[in-house]
C-alpha cells in the first residue's frame, strides 16, 4: 500500500515571500503520479499542480513549482509571491497509473499543512 | 459547464439512522470517487463507480453503500450512524481520458449527534 506523509501541520509566510511545503511517499511502483491540492475554508479541494514519475522535468505552474525527487520519494511545493488567496489546506495525493479499463484509480493523501500568509 | 457538484451541503443526524448524499459529475465525466475527510485529516477513499458498479473500495464497513445511475450521477448510502461518521464526503469525478485528475465537489458535512 501506499502512503503519504506531510510532517508540516501548520506553517506560515509573510506576504510575497517563497514558502516551501514537504511531502514524502512509499511506493514500490516505478510510475505514478503525484499531487497538490489546495483546500481553502470554503472546503473545494482544487488541483494546484501535478508531475507523472515518469518526467524528469519539474511540473510549474505560475507561482507554483514542485521539486520531485523520485529517488528520495520526495515531492516539495514551492510557492513563490506568496499571495493572501494562498491561505488553505494543502494536500499531496499519489496515484497510482490506471491498469484497467473499469474506472481510475485512488487518491492517496497525506494529512495536509495549514498555510497561512501574513499580511 | 457546471462542475461537480453535491447535495446536500450541511446535514445532521443522529446515531442509528441512515443518510443518502448525492453527487452530479462534472459535464463529460463518467467515473464518480467518494471520498471521507475527517476534520483535520486528508481524504480517505471510500469507494468509486464507473458504469453503475462499485468498481473498488477502501477500508470503510458494508454500512457505506454506493450506487451510479445511467446520467452518470452517484449516491452514497451510509446505515447504522455512528459518531465517528461525522465528516465532510466528498465526491470527485473524472474520465477515463482524464486519468490524472480528479475533479472535486463542495463537499457535504455530516454531523452525527
Known amino acids: 500500500a501506499q502512503t503519504v506523509t506531510q510532517s508540516q501541520p501548520e506553517m506560515s509566510v509573510q506576504e510575497a515571500e517563497t514558502v516551501t511545503l514537504s511531502c514524502t511517499y512509499d511506493?514500490?511502483?516505478?510510475?505514478?503520479?503525484l499531487f497538490w491540492y489546495k483546500q481553502p475554508p470554503s472546503r473545494q479541494m482544487i488541483l494546484v499542480i501535478r508531475?507523472?514519475?515518469?518526467?524528469?522535468q519539474n511540473a510549474t505552474e505560475n507561482r507554483f513549482s514542485v521539486n520531485f525527487q523520485k529517488a528520495a520519494k520526495s515531492f516539495s511545493l514551492k510557492i513563490s509571491d506568496s499571495q493572501l488567496g494562498d491561505t488553505a489546506m494543502y494536500f499531496c495525493?499519489?496515484?497510482?497509473?490506471?491498469?484497467?479499463?473499469?474506472?481510475?484509480?485512488?487518491?492517496?493523501f497525506g494529512t495536509g499543512t495549514r498555510l497561512t500568509i501574513i499580511p | 459547464d457546471a462542475g461537480v457538484t453535491q447535495s446536500p451541503t450541511h446535514l445532521i443526524k443522529t446515531r442509528g439512522q441512515q443518510v443518502t448524499l448525492r453527487c452530479s459529475p462534472k459535464?463529460?465525466?463518467?467515473?464518480v470517487s467518494w471520498y471521507q475527510q475527517a476534520l483535520g485529516q486528508g481524504p480517505q477513499f471510500i469507494f468509486q463507480?464507473?458504469?453503475?458498479?462499485?468498481?473498488q473500495r477502501g477500508n470503510f464497513p458494508d454500512r457505506f453503500s454506493g450506487h451510479q445511475f445511467p446520467n452518470y450521477s452517484s449516491e452514497l448510502n451510509v446505515n447504522a450512524l455512528l459518531l465517528g461518521d461525522s465528516a465532510l464526503y466528498l465526491c470527485?469525478?473524472?474520465?477515463?481520458?482524464?486519468?490524472?485528475?480528479?475533479?472535486f465537489g463542495p463537499g457535504t458535512r455530516l454531523t452525527v449527534l
Open positions: 470527485a469525478s473524472s474520465s477515463l481520458y482524464s486519468v490524472n485528475e480528479q475533479f
Open positions: 511506493t514500490s511502483e516505478n510510475n505514478y503520479y
Open positions: 508531475q507523472e514519475a515518469y518526467k524528469q
Open positions: 495525493a499519489f496515484m497510482k497509473p490506471r491498469i484497467s479499463n473499469f474506472g481510475n484509480e485512488k487518491l492517496t
Open positions: 459535464s463529460g465525466h463518467d467515473t
Open positions: 463507480y464507473y458504469e453503475e458498479e462499485e468498481r
